[in-house]
C-alpha cells in the first residue's frame, strides 16, 4: 500500500477529547482510487472536491463522518505539514492501512509526526502560525485563526498576533463563500465572542464585516450604556443566553432548518451582529443633545442584503436577516400602548411576518443590552409585552395567519364590487377582524365588509 496518513483538524480534536466528524487523509500518490475503495467499503457516495485540486471526500454515514483523501503536498509528509497553516494542525498518524477500520479507530500507540511542535502548543492552548508563507498561500488563514480562537478558546501568541494582522486586509480577497463558512462557524462557536473580540482587534472584522466593526466610538442615548460597537457584542451575548434557555415550542422554531447549512436560531447570531449596521450613517444629534438614528432600521435592512451579496449566501438567508434588521424595532415602539387589543396584535404580527418569533426573541437581546437611563423599569416594560407576543407568534407560526371567511370573487359578487384594490383591502379588514374574534361565519364577515364599505364612502 502506498504511504497513508491521518492529518490535521482531525487529530488534534481527537487529543483535545474533542468529536472528530471531518477526517482529512493525505496519501502518495493519486487519491481517487484509495477514496473509491474507502466509499465501497462504507457504502457511501465519493465525489472530487473542486475547491481543493486532487482531493476526494467520501461520506460515512454509518460513523456520521466525512473522509477527505489528498494527495501529498510535497516529496514527504514533513514537507506537507510545514504547508499548513497552525501548528496545532501539522500533525499527522501514519495509517497501517486506508480502511474505515483504521480511521474509525486508528492506533493510538503508533506515534504522532509533529515536526513543529504542535502538540505543545496544543497543550499550552496556543495558536501559532507556520510562519507568513501559510498566509500568503491562501488569505482566508487568518480569519481562520479568529475561529480557532472561538473553537478551541485557546489564544495567538504574540508573532501570530503580529503576523495576522499584517494579514488581516489580504482576507477580503477571498472568494465570498468561503468567507462566510468561516464567519458561520465562527458565529457557532462556543466562544464566539472571544472570536469576534479577537478579529475585531487584529482587524479581521474590518476586513469582512466593516459595517460590524466600524460603530466604534459612535455614540448612542443616554439610554445606552454603549457605543454601538459594544452594544452590539453584548446583543449577540444576551441572545446567546436567551437561546440557552429558550425550551418547548420556542426551542423547536430556532431548531428548525432555514437555509446555507444554519438552523433559524444559528441564523438569529447574524441577525443580532448585523441588526445595527445602519446606525453610522443615520447618526444625528438634536438641538437638545439627544442623538438620533432616524431610519437605521430601513437603511440596516438595504446594507444587509449588500453583506449577503457580498458573502454569497442563499436569497433566503439574506431575507430572514433583513427582515429581522427591519422589524426589530417595531416591539420597542408598542411598549408604551400597553395592554394591547387584539387587533394591535395582529397588526404587530402582521407587520412582522415572517420573522415575528425570531424578532420577538430579538427585540428582548437588543433591549436587554440597553441598560443606560431607566433601564430596569425599561426592561421590565418590554419583556412583559414581549412574553405576550411571543406565545401570539408562536400560535401565529403554528396556524398560520387568520382566513378571512369569505373569498375575494365571493366578495365582490356579494358587494358588487369590481375585482381590484378595494377587494384586497376589504379582505385584509376581514382578516383583521376575524383575528380580533369580531367576526366568525362568512355572513358575519360579509356583513362587517358592507358596513366597513358604507363606512369608508360617507
Known sequence: MTGAWIVGGA??????????????????????????????????????????FGAWRVIDRAAGRIYDVATLQGPTIEDDLALRDFTVNALARPLRELSAAALVAPNPDTPLIDPLGGRADLDAGSLRVIGPAAYESDPL???????????????????????????????????????????????????????LETADRLGLLHAVLPEVAEPHDVEQSQYHHRDVYGHTIEVLERLLELEARAEGRLRAVLDEPLADELTRGEALRFGALLHDIGKPATHAVRESGRVTFMGHDRLGEQMVHDVCRRLRTSERFSRFVGALTRHHLVLGFLVHERPLDRRAVYRYLRRTEPVEVEVTLLSCADRLATRGRKADEAIAAHTELAAELMEAALDWREQGRPRALVRGDELARELGIEPGPEIGSLLASLEEAAYAGEVATRDEALGFARRLRDNRSR
Open 11 to 52: 487529530l488534534r480534536d481527537e487529543l483535545l477529547g474533542r468529536p472528530v466528524t471531518d477526517v482529512d487523509v493525505a496519501v502518495e500518490g493519486d487519491p481517487q482510487a484509495p477514496a473509491r475503495a474507502l466509499a465501497a467499503e462504507v457504502g457511501g457516495p465519493v465525489f472530487p472536491l473542486s475547491e481543493a
Open 141 to 195: 488563514r487568518a480569519l481562520r485563526l479568529t475561529r480557532f480562537v472561538a473553537e478551541l478558546a485557546f489564544s495567538p501568541d504574540p508573532e501570530t498576533e503580529r503576523l495576522t494582522r499584517a494579514a488581516a486586509p489580504r482576507v477580503a480577497e477571498a472568494a465570498g463563500e468561503r468567507v462566510f463558512a468561516e464567519l458561520r462557524r465562527l458565529v457557532l462557536a462556543p466562544n464566539v465572542i472571544g472570536g
